[in-house]
């Protein structure tokens, strides 16, 4: 069939995330999660729960763990559903209980029990990259993450504060607009580590 994902940004401040599984997988999960958005409303459920998430709990109290094992109810007051657990089994379950319920899965390493992937995701400051391998190869998506978190440059996101600005003062119609931006950002385009000069172009549309 290809590739048909589809990419989305979800507001997380917004969303109800359930992970079940307490281990280093569940941790990992957790960890992306809170990297996002370090207030992000997550629940866990886990029969044990490792030491990295017991620290976790220390470090986020808000995140709401429950020790014991996964039932149907647990899915109520939910939006989004990880399993990382090592039970098959109860992966396969997870996903029948919640799809019932139109409630979306991600179960870790098993792409055909997903119905969304996360992806890597690369964060500077406003600028944001999710990469995705269609589930194919997780360390392909890890390096390409570390080339664009390498390569494009923290001040970036100071370019894209002048251009919000610069976009809200800019008169005329929508094509001069875009003609103006294009002539602008066509610098960082075809040099992105040379910011200096940009920044000093950008200057004169101020």
């Known amino acids: 069939m290809g590739n048909t994902l ?10 109800r995330f359930l992970i079940i599984g307490g281990g280093n997988v569940g941790f990992e999960k957790v960890s992306a999660l809170l ?8 629940r ?6 490792g030491h990295d998430l017991k620290e976790a709990f220390n470090q986020y109290p808000h995140i709401e763990y429950q020790v014991k094992e996964f039932e149907e109810s647990d899915i109520e007051n939910t939006d989004i559903v990880i399993a990382a657990t090592n039970d098959n089994s109860l992966h396969q379950k997870i996903k029948q209980v919640a799809n019932a319920k139109n409630i979306l899965v991600n179960v870790a390493d098993q792409p055909d029990l997903c ?12 600028l944001k990259i999710a990469i995705s391998t269609n589930g194919k190869s997780p360390t392909i998506a890890k390096r390409l993450r570390e080339t664009f978190d ?3 440059p ?10 919000q600005l610069l976009r809200t003062h800019l008169k005329g119609d929508f094509r001069n607009k875009l003609e103006i931006l294009n002539k602008i950002t066509q610098t960082l385009s075809h040099s992105p580590e040379d910011l200096p000069r940009y920044m000093d172009y950008l200057s004169r549309y101020r």
């Open 154 to 163: 923290d001040e970036i996101d100071e370019v894209l504060h002048h251009l």
């Open 115 to 126: 119905d969304f992937y996360l992806g890597s995701i690369v964060k500077k400051g406003d």
């Open 35 to 42: 990297k996002q958005n370090p207030e992000a409303k997550i």
């Open 150 to 152: 390498e390569n494009i």
């Open 6 to 15: 589809f990419p989305v940004f979800l507001k997380t401040e917004n969303i």
């Open 44 to 49: 866990i459920i886990a029969k044990t729960f």
